[in-house]
């Protein structure tokens, strides 16, 4: 077993490790200059063109892959999205008919209430693509398309470089069916898939800042409860960023939209909960810090998160981690790398079991 861990202590910071690797994999012969390449997904203009709506349908840290798809196909393709989880799509009549697109997202493609909804939605009709990281799984032989990630083997429990490479599946689909559907011009496709192509770099010079994380983890290890904020994108993230502390160092950890905070959950703040403030997007960055300053009058200590170079952040925050310049459809990306890290490093500090945490599994097949 060690050496299947390559030298590291856990799958989970092997994994995190692997995420250049992975990234560069999954874009791998998709691009061109200005163009995505899909040949797995065989939708014609006039089929898309029939379609009025899509579903993204999943469960845990592949459900928080599909809120950002959300917002990069609704920009992108101008196509509405809903996000739902697996167990209550099914179970809600779901309005779907042929003229909807189902994406259904699952690293391990056997969980099975994401099976279920892919089969419900395929008996209303529906199209539906899947977005998997293994091959022959059943989701990726049920499906009518499918994508899949290249992250390789995952065998923490706490997801990582399948999130992250679903994040970039996601960005392949929501910039194929805008290239379908001619709502970007090849020019600002070109300007997105120069930036995608940096991200495995990028990522990798986070994971070169490791050290920092692991220092700043210490402030959590005694707390009970922390709070993950952020708007638009960065919401999207925090929720991720929480599932991840809350599945591996159990600290009870919650994500909120922070313009959305004031409606009860600042009820919470004190000087006991660390707060984890996401602000990279740049339409509601000042928005963000209104909100930061909310909860630093509360005298919480924040940590707050946003490109090299914006120097604002750091006067309203007690630490700022700095990521590197991207577009803000691809933050995300980069912006989890550091919550990955963190929450493996309280998870070492506390002594939990990082790999195997309590009373979760890989991959869930009950209902
Ligand atoms: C389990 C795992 C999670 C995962 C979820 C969905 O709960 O512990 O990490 O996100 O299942 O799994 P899937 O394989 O469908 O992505």
């Known amino acids: 077993v060690a050496a299947e861990k390559g030298g590291y202590e856990h799958f989970m910071l092997k994994e995190i490790h692997e995420q250049p690797r992975a990234l560069r994999d999954t874009i791998l012969g998709r691009l061109e200059e200005e163009k995505v390449v899909l040949q797995e997904v065989d939708l014609s203009s006039e089929q898309l063109s029939q379609m009025h709506k899509v579903y993204i349908v999943a469960c845990g840290t592949a459900w928080h892959a599909g809120l950002v798809g959300k917002t990069l196909i609704e920009r992108w393709a101008h196509l509405p999205v809903e996000v739902d989880i697996a167990s209550e799509f099914r179970y809600r009549s779901p309005l779907i008919d042929e003229h909807t697109l189902v994406v259904v997202v699952s690293q391990s493609g056997e969980t099975a209430d994401t099976l279920a909804a892919l089969r419900e939605a395929k008996n209303r009709g529906a199209r ?39 994040l970039e599946g996601m960005v392949l689909l929501g910039l194929y069916l805008a290239q379908v559907k001619g709502t970007l011009p090849a020019s600002k496709i070109g300007e997105i898939i120069s930036d995608l192509k940096e991200i495995p770099a990028q990522v990798q010079e986070i994971l070169d800042q490791e050290s920092s994380i692991r220092q700043l983890a210490q402030s959590f290890v005694g707390v009970e409860d922390a709070f993950f904020l952020g708007r638009s994108l960065d919401w999207a993230v925090s929720m991720e960023g929480a599932l991840k502390m809350k599945e591996i160092s159990y600290i009870h950890a919650e994500a909120y939209a922070a313009g959305e905070l ?24 000042d928005k963000t810090v209104s909100n930061i300053k909310e909860v630093k009058a509360r005298d919480a200590k924040v940590f707050g998160m946003t490109y090299k170079g914006n120097t604002s952040l750091a006067k309203s925050v007690d630490h700022v981690i700095y990521i590197p310049e991207t577009r803000d459809e691809l933050a995300p990306i980069l912006t989890v790398i550091p919550l990955q890290l963190l929450a493996y490093y309280v998870s070492v500090a506390r002594g939990c079991d990082v790999d195997k945490p309590r009373n979760l599994a890989k991959s869930v097949t009950v209902e």
Do not use: M
């Open 128 to 166: 539906v693509i899947a977005i998997t990281n293994v091959v022959g799984s059943t989701v990726s032989r049920d499906a009518h398309d499918v994508i899949y990630t290249w992250a390789g083997p995952e065998i923490a429990v706490a997801s990582t470089k399948a999130y992250t490479t679903q």
């Open 262 to 285: 004031k409606h009860g959950t600042l009820a919470l703040v004190t000087e006991q909960t660390p707060v984890i403030a996401l602000a990279t997007q740049r339409d509601v960055f």
